[in-house]
Each structure stands twice: as structure tokens, then as C-alpha cells.
């Protein structure tokens, strides 16, 4: 109580109307939470649970998730595409033990692939141009519609009865 009518006294020795007092404290906040933004946690695990991971990020922003229409893709999730999340590879945080696969992605270039010893699933894949990169599988997340994707590639391998999705960037091969 005494914060407030102290506050008041002042406000109306300065002919200061409550409003800036009000506008003065929503800005400290803004500057607060500026300073100390909410990080943003997301969980995944492999089929069998033995594989457990965290992304822990300071914006959706900073992944991004894409189809991929590459026939090294469609090999990979025995399906007619893939979907990974490309994160920061120092924001992830993985429990368990994968396997790692390492191969040609048809171009030279190393491919590795991480996936559960026990059931399978896949979990990472990072080519050796990734950088400071890697890629989650989208369906190892335990909520996958809060990383929705952003764009397909290598659409010129698409299968035929497969639509475009609508509303992100479609390429015919990586670099376009």
C-alpha cells in the first residue's frame, strides 16, 4: 500500500497523469522479458522410448521443417517422402544410445543417419555439410504440429497421385 501512495504523491506533484506510471512499468516488463525471453522445449522419442530427446529453442523460427521428395529419402522412410525439422545441433539433447548409418547421398557427399538399435526408428540425419546443423525426424516429435513445415524439396521426384502442399515453398531440387 505504501508503493502505491507514494507512487501517487509523486505522480501528482509532477502533474504527471497515472498513465505514464502505468506505460513505465509495461515497458520495465518488455525490457524483463526481452532480457530473459521464455526458451521453447520440444520432446521427442523413439517407437520404443529407449531414444528420448529435447530441442530446447528461443523461437520456432529457428527450425525449420521440410518434406523431401529424394528418391535417398523415400529409401530411408520406405514411404513417398520425408519430413525432418532442421535445428540448431547445440540445441538438442538426446538420451539413449542410436546407431549411426553412414552413407553416399548420391552426390559424394556423407550422409548419417542415427536411429534405435531396438525398434528402428530413425531419429537424426545430418549430411557432412550440414555445419552447426542437423535434422530431427518430424515424426519421432511428441507434438509435430507445433513444427509445421515450411517448404518440399526435390519435387520433380513427387510421386504422381502425391498433391503440392499449399501455402510453402516448393523446390524441384536443393539448390534452385
Not at 4 to 32: E, K, V
Not at 33 to 41: G, V
Not at 63 to 74: G, L, M, P, V
Not at 102 to 119: A, I, P, Q
Request: aromatic share 10%; net charge positive.
Amino acid at each position: 500500500m505504501f508503493h502505491r501512495t507514494y507512487i501517487r504523491r509523486i505522480l501528482q506533484q509532477h502533474h504527471l497523469s497515472p498513465c505514464i506510471h502505468q506505460q513505465y512499468h509495461r515497458s520495465l516488463r518488455q525490457f524483463s522479458t526481452n532480457l530473459h525471453p521464455k526458451m521453447l522445449t520440444y520432446s521427442g522419442s523413439c517407437y520404443c522410448g529407449e531414444i528420448k530427446y529435447t530441442v530446447t529453442l528461443s523461437s520456432p523460427d529457428e527450425a525449420r521443417t521440410s518434406i523431401c521428395y529424394c528418391k535417398n529419402c523415400q529409401k530411408w522412410t520406405g514411404s513417398a517422402f520425408g519430413i525432418t525439422t532442421k535445428i540448431p545441433r547445440s540445441s538438442l539433447s538426446v538420451t539413449g544410445k542410436t546407431i549411426e548409418h553412414v552413407s553416399d547421398n548420391g552426390s559424394g557427399t556423407k550422409l548419417f543417419r542415427e536411429f534405435c538399435g531396438t525398434c528402428g526408428s530413425g531419429i537424426l540425419e545430418y549430411g557432412e555439410n550440414a555445419g552447426e546443423n542437423t535434422y530431427i525426424t518430424h515424426g519421432t516429435l511428441e507434438k509435430p504440429m507445433e513444427l509445421t513445415p515450411k517448404g518440399e524439396f526435390y519435387c520433380k521426384y513427387r510421386q504422381e497421385w502425391m498433391p503440392e502442399v499449399p501455402g510453402v515453398f516448393h523446390k524441384k531440387q536443393i539448390k534452385e
